[in-house]
């Protein structure tokens, strides 16, 4: 019987299905008559490098982000084996395995005509890294799956039991070893896979699993390499369009109508000001988990200034989210005299997001156009609109210029996405050598170290270097570094995974303010008898909050051994309330469950607990 490439057959219903078999998919010919030269193979392996198969994690599925539409099936804990996001993922993981066993079966049988022997290897080697790459991750969020090596025939397939994720596990580091002997160090022209790249995902995959040295020895052999550095400035590399930090990457394109993650929507990151929702944004819980300049999380540190929230923070808070003036911060009185005088732009351009001064203070009801230099209605204030952000923070984070020309461009954001880059290599070692109880002072200081250095970079501070303490110092040190350097680069949901911590994380209500607003676009911005508008309750207890200094947290969180502030008191304070509840059954919802459809005609395919 003929071999096919596409093991989980699963996914058909009816014979009439038998279509979806991706024996000979769209983008290149069956093997028999397929793979004759250079270009052919090329061609075959060219789709395989895009977002459908190295998917990217929803924003709204961790404690980063706070979406106003309302929870999701992964922050409730309701995914079901009929989920959309979980059968396409184990559809495409499968799909591009398949896709590259055809490969590397044709390569392996015949050789293209005219092709070199460096060319050859290369193929070979893309080929190893995506099957590496796609069965990494199917344990990530599957576990045990499937495992199909060299092809499966039809009646196989049908009969196809979950082999352990041990064995998968291996089998896919063995793929990547292959890869990174295979392929090139560097690629010239669009961006393909790499030594440094099969090293780098091996590391992604061993640290999730908890395979310590596998990831250490990863990690080490890709820094050994000297092909990557960070990128001289943290803020500017989310605008760049290369970058020696980059490893794996997708770019996305305004002419092609192509966008990438969150940046194929800008209306739910923009203001209101600008035409946007501003519906998706940066938590409260992200705000307070950034430490001070100390290097000291915002409970412990004395420089921390509750009613100032970004004064004295680690520089990546402020290029991550908007920041903004409260009255209490000590230069407020010269910051609204400079909208006067027009000194504004130059003196406070970070305060400047899309043209206009962001500011949620809830009395500014006006705030400065760059362009006029004049004051106009704020719409992203509460006093002057009552959909403004929900908790008063906007993302900043890989902001660009033309993203105010939005709604010409599609709603698309030409930024490259960085699916995997040197800074996550450097932290994924000094993480598995701590847990391996190996973490010294040296190792901290070539790679957290590093990383903090380039997040100080050109702000006349110097960073607070990471020391080598005890174990659970470092591992705490660790993740909070991850989460401050790696916001919304859709790595979080996967650590919180692999940590073993989200009955943590999404057991807790995610908070916003007060909905209460001003009641009118036309109020003066003045209370008690001066106001032109009568003020409801809840306004009033917005106001209140900015005067004392309780906007938007107020107060000092507790922040654990994971680095997860304690917002409940400031809840149980009134300053901020609950949105939605965040469910998380620790029994189930680490795994994802495996589609109901395969199992349908597959009854030798089991399901994960609890689904």
Not at 65 to 70: S, V, W, Y
Not at 179 to 186: F, G, I, N, W
């Amino acid at each position: 019987m003929k071999k096919i490439y596409f093991p989980l057959l699963v996914l058909m219903l009816t014979l009439s299905s038998c279509a979806n078999l991706d024996i000979n998919p769209l983008s290149q010919a069956s093997s028999e008559n397929w793979y004759n030269d250079e270009e052919e193979t090329e061609m075959s392996l060219n789709d395989l490098w895009r977002t459908a198969f190295f998917p990217i994690d929803g924003l709204d599925w961790d404690d980063d982000i706070l979406n106003r539409n309302g929870s999701n099936e992964f922050t409730l804990g309701t995914v079901t084996s009929q989920s959309g996001t979980t059968t396409e993922r184990w559809s495409s993981a499968y799909k591009a395995i398949s896709r590259s066993l055809k490969i590397l079966d044709a390569l392996e049988n015949k050789t293209p005509a005219g092709i070199t022997e460096a060319k050859l290897n290369q193929y070979k080697g893309e080929a190893y890294f995506m099957v590496g790459c796609a069965y990494g991750t199917l344990t990530m969020y599957y576990g045990d799956c499937v495992l199909n090596k060299t092809g499966m025939s039809l009646d196989e397939a049908y009969e196809a039991e979950r082999s352990p994720k041990a064995e998968v596990l291996q089998f896919a580091y063995e793929c990547l070893d292959k890869a990174y002997s295979l392929l090139p160090e560097k690629f010239v022209g669009t961006m393909r896979p790499t030594k440094g790249a099969a090293l780098a995902f091996k590391t992604r995959i061993a640290l999730f699993h908890g395979d310590w040295q596998i990831a250490a020895t990863a990690a080490e052999q890709c820094m050994a390499l000297g092909t990557y550095q960070l990128h001289n400035d943290f803020a500017s590399l989310f605008t760049a369009d290369t970058s020696p930090e980059l490893i794996f990457y997708f770019k996305a394109d305004i002419n092609l109508k192509y966008g990438v993650g969150f940046f194929s929507a800008l209306p739910n990151y923009v203001t209101r000001k600008i035409g946007g929702y501003c519906n998706t944004g940066p938590s409260l819980p992200l705000l307070c988990s950034f430490t001070c300049i100390d290097g000291l999380p915002i409970d412990e540190s004395p420089l921390y200034n509750p009613k100032d929230p970004f004064e004295n923070r680690d520089p990546r808070l402020a290029c991550t989210i908007q920041p903004f003036k409260t009255k209490f911060s000590k230069d407020f009185d010269e910051y609204e005299q400079s909208k006067v005088d027009g000194t504004f732009p130059e003196k406070y351009p970070d305060y400047i997001a899309y043209g206009y001064e962001y500011n949620p203070n809830p009395y500014a009801v006006n705030v400065y156009q760059v362009s006029t230099g004049q004051m106009v209605v704020n719409t992203d204030g509460k006093g002057a609109n009552e959909h403004s952000a929900y908790n008063s923070l906007i993302i900043r984070k890989f902001r660009k210029d033309n993203w105010t020309d939005y709604r010409s461009n599609s709603n698309i954001g030409d930024n490259v996405y960085p699916y995997m880059r040197y800074a996550e290599v450097l932290l994924s070692y000094a993480e598995a050598m701590n847990e391996l109880g190996k973490c010294t002072q040296e190792i901290l200081d070539k790679t957290v170290n590093l990383v903090r250095q380039r997040a100080y970079q050109g702000t006349n501070i110097a960073y607070p270097r990471a020391m080598a303490t005890s174990q659970a110092a470092i591992r705490k040190l660790i993740r909070i570094e991850r989460r401050s350097e790696f916001a919304f680069e859709g790595i979080r949901y996967r650590d919180l995974l692999r940590w073993h911590i989200m009955e943590k994380t999404h057991n807790v209500p995610m908070y916003y303010l007060n909905r209460s607003w001003s009641g009118s676009a036309a109020w003066n911005g003045k209370r008690g008898a001066e106001s032109n508008r009568d003020l409801s309750v809840g306004f009033q207890q917005i106001l209140d909050n900015w005067d004392n200094g309780n906007f938007p947290v107020g107060g000092v969180p507790a922040i654990d051994e994971n680095g997860i502030p304690d917002l409940s008191e400031m809840e149980a304070n009134g300053y901020i309330v609950k949105f939605y509840q965040m469910q998380f059954d620790a029994k189930k919802n680490y795994l994802w469950p495996i589609p109901a459809d395969d199992i349908l005609v597959n009854p030798k395919l089991t399901q994960n607990p609890e689904y």
